[in-house]
Structures are given as C-alpha cells and as structure tokens.
C-alpha cells in the first residue's frame, strides 16, 4: 500500500479552525478516497487530535516541542514551533521511507516534499548584499536560509493566483493554483425575505480591518450590522467593544446553526481585509447568497468576484460608502453570484489535487 506523509507545522488545534485546517482536511480526504495509508505529523499532536481524522488516518505522530516553550509569549511559542517542525519535517521526509510526502501549510518555503501547499508566503528572502535590512532573529533566519534552503519541494499549490504570482518572485518557480475546498451554505430558499444586514466573517485580529465596518455601522445607523468571528487579538476585540455604536453586533462563539440563520437572512457581506490571500469565509458567505463587499486587491478581489463581476469592491472607506447601498440593492446578482461560490467545491479541488500530484 501507497505510504503517505503529510506536515502539518501549525499545531492542528489552530489549523483546524482557519484555512488552513479546510486544506489539510480537504487533502486527507481525498488520500483516504483512494485507499492510501496516511500518517499526519504536526507539533503537540496527541491521540484527542486523532479524534478528528478518525476514519481518514492511520497514524498521527508528533513532532516534538519541548515544554519550555510555554514560558515564551503565543507569538513566540508559535514563531519558533513553525521553524522546528519545517526543519524537523525535512528530516522527516528523508529519513522515513514514504512513497510520497506533503507539506500542507509550507509558508515557510523551506524543505524537501514531493508537493507543498502555500496559503501565503510568510518569510523573506534575502539577497547577499542585504545583510544591513537584518533586524532581528527571525531576519537572520531568513537570510541564512535564503542561501541554504532554497527550495526544493517539487510540486507547489497556492490557494489563489494573487500567492501564486507573489510566490513565484519569491522563488522563481510559479505554483498550480489549487483553490480550498468550500462546503457551501445552503438556504432553504434563495427567494426568502432578507432583511437589511451586512456581515462580517472572519477571525478578530487586527489584519482584518474592523475598523472598516465600524466607520460604516456609524454612517449608517438605520443598517444592521454584525461580526461574526473567533477572538485572536483579545486587545483589538476591546478596542472594537468599546468603538462600536448600536446597530453593530460581535458575536464571537457563533454555533454552525446560528452563523447559517444570519447568512440565510442578510443582504451583504463585507470583507475589509486588504489584499486577502484567498477567503473562504467570503466563499461561504455567497455560497447563501451574500452580495460580496471586498478589497479590490488579492485573491478575494480576482479569483473570487472576478474583479467586481461577482461582486463590488473598494479601496477607501469613501469608497466603501458609496458602494455598500448598492451591494444592499443588488438582487439581480444573487443568483449568479451563488452558482459561481459553487464553483469552489470539494469536487474541484479532488480533481485538481490528483491531476497536479499524479496520486
């Protein structure tokens, strides 16, 4: 039997709740479909984690981080756990005779895997003469790695063409574009009475931009707004709690059940992060007919809307303003904006997977 490895370098109880969780779960199922034998690595793995992947794995192992590490702050722990496991997932992938090996969050760019999944680039590359733009630890580790560690993994997937191309300056090879795969939000029906609500999606940190919704909540007080999310940046939820007007709500435990009830009853979804790699809560959000609202900037604003065909988009906040009454209008799109979320299945990915990796 076929033995595959996959990498996972974020501790799977943070990559289960965001992206990168849906690829690696998308990618195991699709193994498991055709009979393979999987062992899935990542850092503080146990046997509650394999509760997970029950039917779909054969062996979870973990790559190991020593204890001390819980004396540093989360940024640091997880800094330094995502360098060990790269570093331990190149050894991994040589010295265990596996038939072929994945590294299902491969950020970093560093390794040797038959095929890596990059959801965005999430290191620098340095030339020799840069050695006056190092300014700390995690620099000099790029620097050195840059000459050292180019590399060498042979297949490369990117969750959209916006990683894709800004990978491909990085390193000078372009990857396949494999979108996520997306479970869609059905509605009973795509008639139903919606009322005038705007939602966001998406987890609360800083990088998404709330702001953005807080400033429109409070031109539009007659609108119902709502973030639906889980806390990252407990710091930037306080300042949201304490700058947001009336007719703006933050739900932050959402069950499936209520996110759906929301989605199924509101008009648009508002997505303020510049540049967005990829989105799948954006995908979620049209896939019950949300008119999208997004950056015009990165994976969101081309692989997803098409530049505006699916959708509206804005680089301000005046922009912003003018083009949310439209969006809260628009009836005629919803439809043709379901059809296309559709597009982003399991199927496609399934297909697309197989055909890049010859599995």
């Known amino acids: ?30 193994l498991k479909k055709r009979g393979y034998n999987i062992t899935l690595y990542s850092p503080l793995a146990n046997k509650k984690d394999k509760m997970n992947f029950i039917d779909n794995i054969d062996n979870i192992g973990n790559i190991y981080v020593y204890r001390t590490l819980f004396n540093l702050s989360q940024f640091q722990i997880f800094s330094i756990i995502r360098l060990y496991c790269i570093y331990s997932a190149i050894l991994l992938s040589k010295i265990f005779s596996y038939d072929f090996t994945i590294c299902s969050s491969y950020d970093q760019l560093i390794g040797n895997f038959d095929f890596g999944y990059i959801h965005f680039p999430s290191r620098k590359y340095f030339k020799f003469s840069d050695i006056k733009k190092v300014k700390n630890i995690r620099n000099l580790l790029d620097y050195i790695s840059s000459f050292y560690f180019r590399p060498s993994t042979k297949i490369l997937a990117a969750n959209s063409s916006y990683t894709a191309e800004y990978t491909s300056l990085l390193v000078g090879k372009k990857p396949y574009v494999l979108y996520p795969p997306v479970t869609p939000i059905i509605c009973q029906t795509e008639n139903m009475y ?57 739900i932050t435990n959402a069950s499936e059940e209520t996110k759906k009830e929301i989605l199924c009853k509101a008009k648009v979804l508002l997505h303020p992060k510049f540049n967005e790699h990829f989105g799948i809560s954006i995908v979620e959000g049209m896939s019950s007919g949300l008119i999208p609202v997004v950056y015009k900037g990165g994976g969101a604003w081309d692989d997803i809307t098409e530049k505006g065909k699916y959708g509206f988009g804005f680089l301000n906040l005046r922009e912003l303003l003018d083009v949310l009454p439209v969006a809260l209008n628009e009836e005629k799109l919803r439809k043709d904006i379901i059809d296309k979320a559709n597009e982003f299945n399991f199927n496609q990915f399934e297909e697309k997977f197989l055909k890049i990796t010859g599995l």
Do not use: C, H, W
Request: aromatic share 8%; glycine share 6%.
């Open 1 to 30: 039997m076929t033995r595959i490895a996959i990498i996972e370098p974020e501790p799977l109880f943070i990559s289960l709740s965001g992206g990168s969780g849906v690829v690696l779960t998308g990618i195991i199922k699709v």
């Open 194 to 250: 919606r009322e005038n609500i705007v939602v966001s999606l998406g987890r609360i940190a800083r990088d998404k931009n709330y702001e953005y919704v807080i400033e429109a909540s409070k031109r539009f007080p007659n609108i119902k707004f709502i973030i639906i999310g889980r806390v990252v940046d407990q710091k930037y939820y306080q300042e949201l709690i304490l700058n947001k007007p009336e007719n703006l709500i933050i």
